[in-house]
């Protein structure tokens, strides 16, 4: 099938795309665990062939350093391929379940099998990442998929499209460019999965459509995510770490430490701390610093600049509409009514809010949706009170957004922040339908099933 180059995407082209999928999948070649290795290759290769180009894309659409935009994007899909071109194929083998004494001489066994064609719709924040790292798992799964990446990150979008259609057929893999307008002409489509990962607003958008069609969704969604520091906690550890988790991509993390509940007593000294860490990376000019990203749009700094009206700032509060620039800043004195506590910040604004018992902190936290993360740091037998009485999608303890590059472990959100896990075996599970055959033979037929019911008293006891 010839290759797609376009910026806007119409109905028409989503359609025959769609079409050349479903009749590419019905042919049944993606299923072949070979072709699915050999495709997870060939994108890897693909992958660290354009790494400068991904690297230099991402540096233009949202001035991450080389070495930020290699750690946070480009290594994590490289170690996902690896880990699905090392399991694939262990992953697809059939799983013998044991049987209940019943169904003897019957065998269960568990079939991952591709759940069909998936569209996958990506953000900004992490472009390159957001957009590839779920491909693996459909890849992987033996599915074939639809990619949306964001408007808002054009150079990142264009090297994407650029190397899927150098690997990869439109009808197995494509890429279409566009905004909102060519999300929608999607979402009118019926998909076998939809993976979205995106704002609160827009994910309720993507279930609605989906309903229309019953296909299941992935909500990667977004929110506030608490982290809690208390008077057991090593202050200079803490305040480094959430420094980092809140100045990584400028704070415009998904996963970012949003608000901080610090203990009265050590407050201050935290703030203090933390400037000290942010002062650290940045040096005394963060404007200056080539490590140091900036906001994605205007409208985005203007709401940025609009929240740092809250509170009093104690650290940073500088910012250059122009370079849509905004300083690594401190909030105090923040009342929990402030925007700045009502929506997610997804910028490097830090409000500081103190507690004087843990049942206050978790009890603000309980109040509102279901964070994607939470952060605690200090003591263990403190950690263990705060696990049981909280909830949300992933939880460091003693550390900022480090879970999210364990792919032993699901990466996903809980009510408000989301649904459906991802990366590693997940994301292979995501993008598969759990099929469960038991085979029966045909040498023995126990009659207890049929009416009459023959000693149904005894059959009892074993159902
Ligand atoms: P967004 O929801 O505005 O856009 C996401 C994608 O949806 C884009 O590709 C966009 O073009 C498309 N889109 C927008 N409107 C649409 C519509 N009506 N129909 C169909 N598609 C539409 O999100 P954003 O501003 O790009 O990203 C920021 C949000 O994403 C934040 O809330 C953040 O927390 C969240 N996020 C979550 C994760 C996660 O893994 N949970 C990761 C990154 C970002």
């Avoid at 009749?23 to 049944?28: E, G, L, N, Q, R």
């Avoid at 509940?261 to 200056?288: C, N, Y």
């Avoid at 994301?427 to 038991?438: C, D, G, L, P, Y």
Wanted: charged share 25%; proline share 5%; aromatic share 8%.
């Amino acid at each position: 099938m010839k290759k797609t180059e376009m910026k806007e995407t119409n109905e028409a082209t989503i359609d025959k795309i769609l079409k050349a999928q479903r009749d590419y999948f019905a042919t049944h070649e993606t299923k072949s665990v070979d072709f699915r290795l050999n495709q997870l290759k060939k994108f890897k290769s693909a992958i660290e062939k354009n790494e400068k180009k991904i690297t230099d894309a991402l540096h233009k659409d949202l001035h991450k350093s080389y070495e930020e935009a290699y750690l946070t994007e480009v290594s994590i899909v490289l170690q996902e391929l690896k880990n699905h071109i090392k399991n694939v194929k262990k992953w697809s083998k059939p799983h013998k379940v044991s049987t209940p004494l019943h169904l003897l001489p019957s065998r269960g066994s568990l079939h991952h099998e591709p759940l069909g064609v998936s569209l996958i719709i990506a953000p900004w924040n992490y472009p390159f990442q957001l957009l590839m790292n779920p491909l693996v798992g459909a890849i992987s799964a033996g599915c074939c998929a639809v990619l949306k990446p964001s408007e808002f990150t054009p150079n990142t979008a264009q090297v994407m499209q650029e190397i899927i259609a150098e690997i990869f057929d439109d009808n197995y893999i494509a890429l279409v460019q566009g905004t909102q307008e060519t999300g929608e002409a999607l979402l009118k489509k019926r998909w076998d999965l939809i993976f979205f990962t995106g704002s609160t607003a827009v994910g309720k958008i993507v279930m609605k459509a989906a309903a229309e069609h019953l296909t299941p969704v992935v909500l990667e969604l977004g929110g506030k995510s608490p982290c809690i520091v208390d008077e057991t906690a090593n202050l200079e550890i803490a305040a480094r770490r959430i420094a980092w988790g809140k100045t990584i991509n400028a704070g415009q993390t998904c996963i970012a430490p949003d608000y901080l509940l610090a203990h009265e007593s050590i407050k201050e000294e935290l703030i203090v701390k933390i400037t000290e860490s942010f002062e650290d990376m940045f040096g005394d000019e963060p404007q200056e610093s080539k490590f140091y990203p900036r906001i994605i749009h205007e409208k985005a700094f203007d709401r940025l600049k609009g929240l740092m009206q809250d509170g009093t700032v104690k650290s940073g509060g500088e910012t250059d509409r122009e370079e849509k620039f905004i300083a690594p800043t401190v909030l105090d004195n923040v009342k929990k009514s402030d925007p700045v506590m009502q929506q997610e910040i997804f910028g490097p604004i830090l409000p500081v809010l103190s507690y004087s018992k843990m049942e206050e902190a978790l009890a603000f936290i309980n109040q509102n949706e279901k964070p994607l993360a939470l952060y605690y740091f200090g003591k263990e037998k403190n950690a263990k009170e705060v696990l049981t009485k909280t909830t949300s999608g992933g939880v460091c303890i003693n550390d900022t957004l480090m879970h999210i590059t364990n792919h032993h472990l699901p990466f996903g959100g809980v009510g408000g922040s989301g649904m459906g896990q991802y990366h590693g075996k997940e994301s292979f599970k995501t993008f598969s339908n759990q099929r469960a055959v038991v085979k029966t033979p045909t040498w023995i037929d126990v009659s207890f099933k049929y009416a009459p019911f023959k000693h149904f008293k005894w059959i009892r006891k074993f159902v």
